[in-house]
């Protein structure tokens, strides 16, 4: 069985003093549930400040939103592996489609970003998805799994017993403009028998795969009692703890398989 996952993408939003604000606040109207499980990715510099509001047991994951391929070294501006499981982090968002569209990030970047994340015992979040001009070109299918294949290769059985994908199409990422049900549970199936294609049908049934891309509290249901659709990786609507609650409330009501 495959536990829905929900991650808070922040982006580049919140100070740190607000961060733990938010988190207070948070705490105090999300729902819990043992078979959803939440995922908080802030910026780097209110990691700290969130493990703190969080506490010590908290029900909520830490999660990073990048990280560097090596350990450490002369990379300035950039945050390595050790640093983020050092603050607590156990999740780190790989690939997202800003960090390849606005900073140039390469499938061969991500998949060495994705490797780096496994050996400092993070849980990589790999982002995977089409543009608008893509999809009209009925490209989408040979762009994602480009970008899966790309992401994962030379990755074990074990490894990808630990990756998450999020399918994120580029067009629905902070436009309003989200994936049909219809269309992310295509891709979905897609991604999940390219896997038990490369690697095989266990490992791909034990994949997570979420979709993400303007997912609010109005089509959260939709998409999340899917049995294709693992979890949502949510942008805007992650930054209110209301909307962000009752999307958590969404997945709560998915069909135990
Ligand atoms: P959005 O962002 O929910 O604001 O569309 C999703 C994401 O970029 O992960």
Not at 1 to 11: A, C, E, F, S, Y
Not at 146 to 159: E, I, K, M, N, P
Request: net charge neutral; hydrophobic share 40%.
């Amino acid at each position: 069985m495959r536990t829905t996952l929900i991650v808070g993408n922040w982006k580049m939003n919140k100070t740190a003093s607000e961060a733990a604000s938010f988190v207070r606040e948070l705490l105090s109207t999300l729902p819990m549930s043992p078979t959803v499980e939440v995922v908080l990715a802030p910026p780097f510099t209110a990691l700290e400040s969130v493990r703190t509001a969080l506490g010590p047991s908290s029900r909520m994951g830490l999660g990073a939103q990048n990280l560097h391929w090596e350990q450490q070294g002369a990379f300035t501006g950039e945050i390595s592996g050790p640093m983020l499981r050092n603050l607590g982090c156990t999740y780190v968002i790989v690939g997202h489609s800003e960090r390849r569209t606005l900073f140039g990030e390469r499938d061969a970047d991500i998949h060495k970003k994705v490797r780096a994340a496994l050996a400092n015992q993070l849980r990589p979040i790999l982002c995977v998805g089409e543009s608008l001009g893509e999809r009209e070109a009925g490209r989408t299918e040979a762009i994602v799994i480009g970008q899966v294949t790309a992401g994962l290769a030379d990755l074990t059985s074990q490894d990808l017993a630990i990756v998450t994908i999020a399918y994120e199409p580029v067009w629905a990422i902070g436009t309003g403009r989200a994936a049909t049900t219809e269309q992310a549970v295509a891709v979905h199936q897609a991604i999940r028998s390219c896997i038990a294609t490369g690697w095989n049908k266990k490992t791909a049934e034990g994949l997570r795969i979420l979709y993400g891309g303007s997912v609010t509290p109005q089509n959260a249901e939709s998409l999340l009692t899917e049995s294709d659709i693992d979890g949502a990786l949510v942008g805007g609507a992650c930054l209110k703890t209301e909307s962000f609650a009752t999307i958590t409330l969404a997945a709560q009501k998915k069909r135990i398989r």
